[in-house]
């Protein structure tokens, strides 16, 4: 697969606008996002547009598991 996207423009896959949250979101928010959005990964940003990180499905299975 690697290879067959390797002469690909990135604008080609990626979601455009990007789709972002503040550091504020809720884990449950998240878990909307993803399902009503079809993604998978979900920049955290500042009020500036920063990146501070970033959440994936993994992160929320693995929370969720830790909790109970």
Do not use: W
């Not at 550091?23 to 547009?49: C, H, W, Y």
Request: proline letters at 6%; hydrophobic letters at 40%; one cysteine or more.
């Amino acid at each position: 697969m690697a290879t067959s996207l390797r002469n690909h423009a990135v604008s080609e896959i990626m979601t455009a606008p990007a789709i972002t949250a503040g550091p504020e979101i809720t884990m449950g928010e998240i878990s909307s996002l993803f399902i009503d959005r079809q993604i998978n990964r979900l920049p955290i940003v500042d009020t500036k547009g920063r990146p501070l990180g970033i959440v994936t499905r993994t992160d929320l299975v693995q929370s969720y598991c830790l909790s109970r």
